[in-house]
């Protein structure tokens, strides 16, 4: 039986007639509605060759910037996968390589969210507790740094370095 091929997107990739698995998290194409504005969008702004590359500039740069926050989250309190996701969310609306990734990162993501959801309730209080006295610990010994032995020189030389470039960041708590 022959299947009428769907013409190519705005980056040339043919999408498949419907979604393998619609109820499947990482298909973020499924039930999209927006689809046809945004290509009209996505056209226009690449019209134009100057603002074609300003554009994949400031895409790049913006998604960029959201998935390093991601990263620097994973290890730090706050939404780390979100933040990635949504770098990626922005960096696919030009790149396939960041399409692929968003499909893998919402798997993930709705890997760990029903893996959190199985969780004991007694065992996820005590991870959540835990992980606050740890946070609570290493800000302790950081405060307690400053205060016994001042600021850190690197961290001084960086903070001028960074008041050099922008007159509006303040000075350094005791200095």
Known sequence: M?????????????????????ADPGDHRAGRSHDHWWSRVHNRLHANPALSLTTKLAITTVGSLVVVAGLVMMVTPGPGIVGIIVGLAILSTEYEWADRWLVQARRKAHEARLRAQAMDPRERRRRLLLTGLVFLALT????????????????????????GLAGWVPDLPGM
């Open 2 to 22: 022959p299947t009428e091929e769907r013409p190519p997107d705005v980056r040339g990739r043919r999408e498949p007639e419907k979604a393998e698995h619609p």
């Open 140 to 163: 302790g010994a950081i405060l307690g740094y400053v205060l016994v032995y001042d600021w850190p020189r690197f961290a001084v030389y960086g903070w001028n370095w960074v008041q």
